[in-house]
């Protein structure tokens, strides 16, 4: 059988995770989808909520485009720069060699909520 995802959209087990739309999304300790945890390997934004889901354990998550995140303080001076995971629902800006990059702020929303471009 052959299998393909268009990369754009793909599906991931959650096992018993919760995770809500819109959610950055992580894997855990036994390779499942999560809602976002820093330091983590990212996947992507989920475009479901687990709750839910009817098809199985499989939440979509989407890889690729803009989507507003929240971020403390967000000034003009942000644009442009690399951002890491600090939650499932907040980014801050990613400026330790060691930081995972999941994006980059292409748009100051208001003080408290940035547009982070993935991929």
Do not use: H, W
């Amino acid at each position: 059988m052959f299998y393909r995802q268009n990369g754009e959209m793909i599906s991931v087990k959650f096992g018993a995770n919760e995770i809500k739309i819109g959610q950055i999304v992580t894997v855990d300790e036994s390779g499942n989808a999560k809602a976002g945890e820093a330091g983590k390997d990212f996947l992507g934004i989920a475009l479901e909520n687990t709750a839910d889901v009817i098809r199985g354990n499989e939440v979509r998550i989407c890889t690729e485009g803009v989507f507003e995140l929240r971020k403390d303080s967000a000034v003009a001076t942000d644009l442009g720069k690399g951002v890491k995971i600090v939650g499932a629902n907040k980014v801050d800006i990613a400026s330790a060699p060691t930081d995972v990059k999941i994006g980059q702020i292409v748009g100051i929303v208001n003080e408290s909520k940035v547009l982070v471009k993935i991929k």
